[in-house]
Antibody, heavy 120, light 111 residues
């Protein structure tokens, strides 16, 4: 059974960089045809797609966040990571890591989510 | 404002049928991209209910069904149960944004 687990600081100061890691167990992150991505939900708001990385290493980002986002993969550790720079209070959210098998299949596996608060 | 438009809330009595709409555009549904639906309970990760417009993952009751036509999609829930009270989201791919998009979410209340 595939499992995804987010890890990283729960509190980040304004203007700094938010860094989260997703550890994948029960399967290989190098498996073909899968997208590994990040989705967030600010308090009281809906889900927002942040971006994803294909097994081949190509990335796609939400245009509204593109200038601040980097998603990378470490296949040796079976992990992928999110970096979001120059954060503000508007970036406070529950961050989920997730797997999607192509755009015709939906997100079938999710991490439990981790709350990141941006505050001084 | 979300690229995919959902009603903020819907409600129904136990046993009834409810539908949740999701309106897109020519750059997502109209371009042939599929819609997926999720159920989200507070404090948990969203759960995939419908993928590829009308397919149910293993374990999802057949009370849940999905459809898509043109630039609109809908999720139907029959035999409404108290445990169905949750937030529901639609998702698709948008070619003008070159990425995934979610609807704003619909809160289902079971009366």
């Amino acid at each position: 059974q595939l499992q995804l687990q987010e890890s990283g600081p729960g509190l980040v100061k304004p203007s700094e960089t938010l860094s989260l890691t997703c550890t994948v167990s029960g399967g290989s992150i190098s498996s073909s045809s899968y997208y590994w991505g990040w989705i967030r939900q600010p308090p009281g708001k809906g889900l927002e797609w942040i971006g994803s990385i294909y097994y081949s290493g190509s990335t796609n980002y939400n245009p509204s966040l593109k200038s601040r986002v980097t998603i990378s993969v470490d296949t040796s550790k079976n992990q992928f990571s999110l970096k979001l720079s120059s954060v503000t209070a508007a970036d406070t959210a529950v961050y989920y890591c997730a797997r999607q098998r192509g755009y015709s299949y939906g997100v079938d596996y999710w991490g439990q989510g981790t709350l990141v608060t941006v505050s001084s | 404002q979300s690229v995919l438009t959902q009603p903020p809330s819907v409600s129904g009595a136990p046993g009834q049928r409810v539908t949740i709409s999701c309106t897109g555009s020519s750059s997502n549904f109209g371009a042939g991209y599929d819609v997926h639906w999720y159920q989200h309970l507070p404090g948990t990760a969203p759960k995939l209910l419908i993928y590829g417009n009308s397919n149910r993952p293993s374990g999802v009751p057949d009370r849940f069904s999905g459809s898509k036509s043109g630039t609109s999609a809908s999720l139907a829930i029959t035999g409404l149960q108290a445990e169905d009270e949750a937030d529901y989201y639609c998702q698709s791919y948008d070619s003008s944004l070159s990425g995934s998009v979610f609807g704003g979410g619909t809160k289902l209340t079971v009366l």
